[in-house]
């Protein structure tokens, strides 16, 4: 089955930093790829999403990009908030299967003022 | 639009009990609903897949019948934790989705179950 592996776990920014996740994923049939933002106790929230026909993403401060032949997609938060501050999960989508989503271990981001 | 709610947000039972949390598509028909779970500072799981009018789709190592679904309506799905126990504390999370190759999910709030 799909796995997804999320690096780093935890990662720790200056306010107005960019910071970076990564992911990757094994099935190649994978074509949706989303991320969330969980804030503690709360359900997790969609903040962009790529599909596996596009390549980069970009909405306002966060872009996410795509490469299927190296099977890793990234999220990029340029000029950070303390508001950002949160963990953040990645997670890919079987095309076959409908809408089943399989999550990446998370990355708890911490924007220090 | 597309919002999920989750019913109880929190519960505490005894050791043994049964416990039924519910999953509602408030303004929208959710073909498919998923349940998660998630412990603390740990990812979602997805414990299992459920299409309306038929049986749940379990994941490797979640027990059918300890977590019982159901999803008998277009609208609603329930999980049963049957007889549960304290390691079945934990954050369970449903999402809907009204299917087509749009993918995305809608996430309920989550239920925090804690059993003593």
């Given amino acids: 089955g799909e796995n997804v592996e999320q690096h780093p776990s935890t990662l720790s920014v200056q306010e107005g930093d960019s910071a970076v ?9 994978s074509n949706y790829f989303p991320w969330y933002k969980q804030e503690l106790g709360k359900r997790p929230q ?30 990029h938060i340029t000029e950070t908030q303390p508001e950002d501050s949160a963990v ?14 399989i999550f990446g271990t998370g990355t708890r981001l911490q924007v220090f003022p | 639009g597309a919002v999920v709610s989750q019913h109880p947000s929190w519960v505490i039972c005894k050791s043994g009990t049964s ?21 603390p500072k740990q990812s979602l799981m997805l414990m299992a ?10 994941e490797q190592g979640v ?11 277009l609208t609603l799905s ?23 190759a749009n993918n995305e999910q809608f996430f ?9």
Avoid at chain 1, 22 to 29: E, G, I, L, P
Avoid at chain 2, 63 to 73: P, R, T, V, W, Y
């Fill in chain 2, 19 to 39: 416990v039924k949390i519910e999953c509602r598509s408030l303004d929208f028909q959710a073909t498919t609903m998923f349940w998660y779970r998630q412990f």
């Fill in chain 2, 78 to 100: 329930t999980l049963t934790v049957t007889s549960a126990h304290p390691e079945d504390s934990s954050f369970y999370i449903c999402s809907a989705s009204s299917g087509g």
């Fill in chain 2, 63 to 73: 027990e059918k019948d300890k977590f019982l679904i159901n999803h008998a309506s």
């Fill in chain 1, 21 to 29: 996740i990564k992911c990757t994923y094994s099935d190649s049939a």
């Fill in chain 1, 88 to 101: 953040y999960f990645c997670a890919a989508s079987m095309a076959y299967n409908t809408d089943k989503l």
């Fill in chain 1, 46 to 75: 969609l903040i962009i999403d790529i599909r596996s026909n596009v390549g980069e993403k970009k909405d306002q401060r966060i872009a996410v990009t795509l490469n299927k032949t190296a099977k890793h997609f990234s999220l």
């Fill in chain 2, 108 to 116: 309920g709030p989550g239920t925090r179950l804690t059993v003593l």
């Fill in chain 2, 49 to 58: 897949t459920s299409n309306e009018g038929s049986k749940a789709t379990y």
